[in-house]
């Protein structure tokens, strides 16, 4: 079992910045690819980005390009997203995941947390 908990939501303005954590315990961090997705009222949860259990390899939807940064700490059991130039249409519940692989599915993501809110203003 891996429990993940994320944490940095809030209200920002559009343009703004925020940095949202996933704290994990339990089973070795270092072994799981970890997922950022997010779901926004009315619609489907989504992948966002993900990265690899080394940190080398990351995938980003379309959406964020440029905007967002996954990063990831081992040692801290610990993954972020940094994310940049936010839009109101970013605005949403936001997920931590983890998987035996990278990937841009929730069926291949074994872990969730509980969500974060990000809302953002216009």
């Known amino acids: 079992q891996v429990q993940l908990v994320e944490s940095g939501g809030g209200l920002v303005q559009a343009g703004g910045s925020l940095r949202l954590s996933c704290a994990a315990s339990?089973?070795?961090?270092?072994?799981?690819?970890m997922g950022w997705f997010r779901q926004a009222p009315g619609k489907e949860r989504e992948f966002v980005v993900g990265i690899s259990w080394s940190g080398g390899t990351t995938d980003y939807a379309d959406s964020v390009k440029g905007r967002f940064t996954i990063s990831r700490d081992n040692a801290k059991n610990t993954v972020y997203l940094q994310m940049n130039s936010l839009k109101p249409e970013d605005t949403a519940v936001y997920y931590c995941a983890a998987a035996s692989w990278l990937g841009i599915f929730e069926k291949e993501y074994d872990y969730w947390g509980q969500g974060t809110q990000v809302t953002v203003s216009s």
């Open positions: 339990g089973r070795i961090f270092s072994r799981y690819a």
